[in-house]
């Protein structure tokens, strides 16, 4: 394709990516799959291409709204790119928008406009709001601030780069060493990383559909936050274990090859297609203490069929995602499901239902790549007044628990940010059900309070 071409696919897609109440990823992988014609190297350039300009959405649209053009438009996002980012003159836009075969048409009155107000400038400038340069969308602001700090713009920073390549390395069949040999065979290049004992960070952006270590199950993608969430559940070989939302089945590959295959892990879901895809990844790693159980809400009777029957329960709740924008940028401006408004009652209501499966003495795992606190810390604090059999295991007694060095926080929960970490953004909080004797000595004990007393007690 010819650099005109490859600009008109860019504009191309992100008008598909605007119109199509799908995320950008998916829509990206539907208009190359419906395009085959398409080559590897053009296919990569119109996706990094494509990909920049979403991630400079905000800045972008501050400089064209700016100049007086009307509408950001994915034309008049191209242009701006292209002048701004790319530092392409005048000159050289006007040839590429040459109304030529395969090209852009040429410009209109107002973009001409457009591209001569833009011209010679730069993306950065000092007038632009701070909220503007990080890309942080009116909505989240007032919340990201909140659970940030002083943390604030470094951490929108880093949420702006485009996420590494991790992998996780099925300890089923293979450990961090042969797997970063198996790989090197077909020139990919990967080293360990700092933090999960399973993880591989991989150099580039090599394709690995058609590659032996991945088609064969010896390593999985998910990110290393993600692999940190599934050390925390701190399961062990026999265990009952359920992934309450399991979703694409990462986690619950991770806590099975944990296992050893030895025991039962229950992927649950309420989207069955989404679990029968998971389970074609569960066979390709070799693993076979796993079942799927699709659920007709958080509320399904099998909950309470199996109530306090399991040693460990993930709830992974639906978030706003915040954590992941690096790897879905048009996430901050797109609103694709629930709002935080529904989300909120939506993840207590999941909480409190998946609690029932916990045993006496077993843990609940709440997770979820969000960096709110409402959607983390304040979740559990709700939680745990209405669930007073329920405490927190501090996260550093897992991590020493499971031998896994020393812990990646500090604190009582596991809280993972990109400019700390270099993972996505994640939340987990590891809580546990008291025994029976301890439930019932605090009961006896509450017995025993003269009625009188508590009365007073509770006045003062």
């Not at 919340?143 to 099925?170: I, S």
């Not at 060493?177 to 990919?188: D, E, G, N, R, T």
């Not at 795992?365 to 304040?378: F, K, Q, R, V």
């Not at 909080?429 to 509450?446: H, I, P, S, T, Y």
Request: charged share 30%; aromatic share 6%.
């Amino acid at each position: 394709m010819t650099p005109a071409a490859r600009l008109q696919a860019v504009i191309d897609l992100l008008t598909e990516i605007d119109e199509t109440p799908r995320p950008a990823d998916a829509v990206m992988s539907a208009y190359f799959r419906n395009r085959r014609y398409i080559g590897s190297k053009d296919r990569t350039h119109i996706a990094q291409t494509s990909y920049a300009i979403l991630r400079r959405h905000a800045r972008l649209g501050w400089w064209i709204e700016r100049t007086g053009f009307p509408r950001a438009t994915p034309r008049a996002r191209v242009l701006a790119y292209s002048l701004l980012e790319e530092r392409r003159n005048a000159g050289v836009v006007l040839e590429m928008f040459s109304g030529g075969k395969f090209a852009p048409a040429r410009l209109t009155d107002d973009e001409l406009a457009l591209v001569t107000a833009l011209d010679t400038h730069t993306l950065d400038h000092p007038e632009m709001p701070e909220t503007v340069r990080v890309e942080c969308p009116d909505w989240a602001e007032g919340p990201m601030r909140a659970a940030l700090g002083d943390r604030f713009a470094v951490e929108m920073e880093k949420l702006l780069e485009a996420a590494p390549l991790d992998l996780r390395v099925n300890s089923m069949k293979a450990n961090q060493a042969s797997a970063i040999k198996a790989l090197s065979k077909v020139q990919i290049v990967a080293e360990t990383t700092q933090w999960s004992p399973w993880g591989l960070r991989v150099k580039g952006r090599p394709q690995l559909a058609g590659v032996g270590a991945f088609k064969d199950g010896l390593v999985e993608i998910q990110d290393e936050g993600s692999q940190l969430v599934a050390l925390a559940v701190a399961p062990k070989p026999g265990h009952q274990v359920v992934d309450f939302c399991a979703g694409a089945g990462g986690k619950t590959l991770a806590i099975a090859a944990r296992m050893k295959n030895k025991g039962r892990v229950v992927a649950c879901d309420v989207l069955e297609k989404r679990l029968k895809r998971a389970t074609e990844r569960f066979r390709r790693a070799g693993l076979h203490n796993i079942e799927a159980h699709p659920l007709t809400s958080e509320r399904d009777p099998w909950v309470k069929r199996h109530k306090r029957k399991f040693d460990r329960v993930l709830v992974d709740a639906p978030c706003s995602g915040t954590g992941t924008w690096r790897r879905n940028p048009d996430a901050r401006w797109r609103q694709l499901g629930p709002g935080l408004e529904q989300l909120l009652p939506l993840q207590a209501n999941i909480l409190d239902s998946a609690a029932r499966l916990v045993k006496p003495g077993g843990r609940l795992i709440y997770a979820t790549c969000s960096m709110l606190h409402d959607e983390n810390e304040g979740q559990v604090a709700a939680f745990l007044e209405t669930h007073p059999d329920f405490t927190v295991k501090p996260i550093a007694e897992v991590w020493a628990e499971e031998e896994a060095g020393p812990s990646p926080v500090e604190g009582d929960f596991l809280r993972l940010t990109p400019a700390r970490h270099d993972t996505d953004g994640f939340f987990a909080a590891v809580l546990e059900r008291k025994a029976e004797e301890a439930v019932a000595e605090e009961d006896a004990g509450m017995e025993e309070v003269d009625p009188a007393e508590l009365a007073t007690a509770i006045d003062a």
